[in-house]
């Protein structure tokens, strides 16, 4: 009986000069990872202090009305495929889309096969394989009345 006794202290006094050693960690797996607090993990600065300094969307986006108008009458041309479509450089003007679906710049047109919407744009060849992804122009994404933090699949045509 003593012996028990004498082993259940050993054991708990082993526990706790680990879990005290090990307070400020925890352990997965035979790993130990440091415990972070909320406070190591929060931003150094809040995205509305960052826009706050920035240019809007309107400011940067300097086409005309006639131009958004003519662009979104476009139609027609041959299919080269679908892509998924994130926000190119913002600071440069126009409608265009650089995409690895084309080797050349040539005219052509992007549609959003959920809302039929579509715009003329300058296709620009980008590096990369067919399923990578395109670049699209702030005008051409407004146009297409997609969100600019969106991934949308657009369908791309050539003229």
């Given amino acids: 009986m003593a012996r028990r006794l004498v082993r259940a202290a050993v054991r708990l006094s082993a526990l706790g000069a680990l879990t005290g050693g090990l307070s400020g960690c925890f352990l997965i797996g035979g790993w130990e990872f440091p415990r972070i607090s909320p406070a190591q993990t929060a931003p150094a600065a809040s995205p509305a202090g960052m826009a706050a300094s920035g240019q809007s ?22 299919k080269v495929g679908s892509t998924v479509a994130s926000l190119g450089d913002p600071t440069v003007e126009g409608f265009w889309a650089r995409t690895p679906l084309v080797s050349a710049p040539v005219k052509g047109r992007l549609a959003d096969p959920r809302t039929g919407a579509s715009v ?21 994404m407004r146009a297409l009345g997609v969100s600019l933090t969106d991934l949308p699949h657009l369908d791309v045509y050539r003229n």
């Fill in 57 to 78: 969307v309107a400011a940067l986006d300097t086409t005309t009305a006639a131009e958004r108008r003519a662009a979104a009458e476009a139609g027609g041309g041959a």
């Fill in 120 to 140: 003329a744009v300058d296709l620009q060849p980008l590096a990369g394989p067919k399923g990578a992804g395109s670049q699209v122009s702030l005008a051409a």
